[in-house]
């Protein structure tokens, strides 16, 4: 990774993780947040997803651990850091989506909250999301392709509102973020730009 400031590349620590691949990874004050993830399968085609998540100071030197696993085939594809916890977004056995909120203080990082969809749709089939940020408040902004729209959650992943859809031209909204109160979405070979004031 690359420092930009001094132009000084830094050499993360060896966390001893051979076989793990980094997926996803998010910084916040300084403290660059990876989660690095492998799958194993067993003689009865049984999945497992084996998962750390890695806490390091920009001068490379790992500051925290956590790791689990679980029996199913869930593939992170993005993590915000929140005050609350860290925030993930996995795909699971190859279908749609799932956020999960987990606890960043816990040995094993236990599961807070999910988000259990909009208007009671599962969100395991109903939810398309390849982007995700945080607000000033702490608010979760998701895309969603199934529903051509850009979702509020609470801190708890609550829905809170739909911020734009199709009626504001979008198809299918992929990468968000937030830059100087505007929020740029992207959507196929377009970028949108919002004004976005916190909720």
Same mark, same amino acid.
């Given at each position: 990774?690359? *420092?930009?400031?001094?132009? @000084? *590349?830094? @050499?993360?620590?060896?966390?001893?993780?051979?076989?793990?691949?980094? @997926?996803?990874?998010?910084?916040?004050? +300084?403290?660059?947040?990876?989660?690095?993830?492998?799958?194993?399968?067993?003689?009865?085609?049984?999945?497992?997803?084996?998962?750390?998540?890695?806490? /390091? &100071?920009? =001068?490379?030197? !790992?500051?925290?651990?956590?790791?689990?696993?679980?029996?199913?085939?869930? *593939?992170?594809?993005?993590?915000?850091?929140?005050?609350?916890?860290?925030?993930?977004?996995?795909?699971?056995?190859?279908? *749609?989506?799932?956020?999960?909120?987990?606890?960043?203080?816990?040995?094993?990082?236990?599961? !807070?909250?999910?988000?259990?969809?909009?208007?009671?749709? &599962?969100?395991?089939?109903?939810? +398309?999301?390849?982007?995700?940020?945080?607000?000033?408040?702490? &608010?979760?902004?998701?895309?969603?392709?199934?529903?051509?729209?850009?979702?509020? !959650?609470?801190?708890?992943?609550?829905?809170?509102?739909?911020?734009? +859809?199709? @009626?504001?031209?979008?198809?299918?909204?992929?990468?968000?973020?937030?830059?100087? =109160?505007?929020?740029?979405?992207? +959507?196929?070979?377009? /970028?949108?730009?919002? !004004?976005?004031?916190?909720?």
């Amino acid at each position: 990774m690359k *420092l930009l400031p001094n132009r @000084r *590349l830094v @050499r993360f620590a060896d966390v001893g993780t051979m076989d793990y691949h980094p @997926r996803c990874m998010c910084i916040r004050n +300084d403290i660059v947040i990876i989660y690095i993830w492998c799958v194993t399968v067993n003689e009865k085609n049984v999945h497992t997803s084996k998962s750390h998540i890695i806490w /390091m &100071n920009t =001068d490379g030197i !790992l500051t925290k651990r956590l790791s689990f696993s679980e029996r199913i085939w869930k *593939l992170p594809s993005f993590i915000q850091s929140l005050e609350s916890g860290v925030c993930v977004l996995y795909c699971e056995n190859c279908t *749609l989506y799932f956020i999960d909120l987990l606890d960043a203080k816990s040995d094993k990082c236990d599961k !807070l909250y999910r988000f259990k969809g909009i208007y009671g749709l &599962n969100p395991e089939k109903n939810f +398309d999301c390849t982007g995700m940020c945080t607000d000033q408040s702490g &608010n979760l902004l998701v895309s969603d392709h199934r529903h051509h729209s850009v979702y509020v !959650l609470d801190k708890e992943l609550k829905y809170i509102k739909t911020l734009f +859809d199709a @009626r504001n031209g979008l198809d299918k909204p992929a990468a968000i973020n937030i830059f100087n =109160d505007q929020i740029w979405v992207s +959507d196929g070979n377009q /970028m949108y730009i919002f !004004l976005y004031t916190n909720v």
